[in-house]
């Protein structure tokens, strides 16, 4: 059975640092890309950062660009998304979801989705 654990999101003030974690199971980890969403209240879900696990290519969105981090720990079958530099508007729900295969660009959709975790950015 695929499981995906998003965990790590909690309350900052802006500008500064969160670290999410997606722990996997169930799969075979280096046949997938594995991504982070994000969910505003009264907002669409949005892809936020890509990784595809065979070759390590990475994807971001415009709006956190040199800001996130999203990196892979084989080993834990882990992935992570740093955000450094947070802002209020970055302040959402946070999904890790996978897909078979690769990114090819940030995704809004995918295969498999885990629960989310939520981010707080006070101004």
């Known amino acids: 059975e695929v499981q995906l654990q998003a965990s790590g999101g909690g309350l900052v003030q802006a500008g500064g640092s969160l670290r999410l974690s997606c722990a996997t199971s169930g799969f075979t980890f280096y046949d997938y890309a594995i991504g982070w969403l994000r969910q505003a209240p009264g907002k669409e879900r949005e892809g936020v950062s890509c990784i595809t696990i065979s070759d390590g290519s990475t994807y971001y969105a415009d709006s956190v660009k040199g800001r996130f981090t999203i990196s892979v720990d084989k080993a834990k079958n882990t992935v992570y998304l740093q955000m450094d530099s947070l802002k209020p508007e970055d302040a959402a729900i946070y999904y890790c979801?996978?897909?078979?295969?690769?990114?090819?660009?940030?995704?809004?959709?995918?295969?498999?989705y885990g629960q989310g975790t939520l981010v707080t950015v006070s101004s």
């Open positions: 979801a996978l897909i078979a295969g690769y990114c090819f660009g940030v995704r809004r959709s995918y295969d498999y």
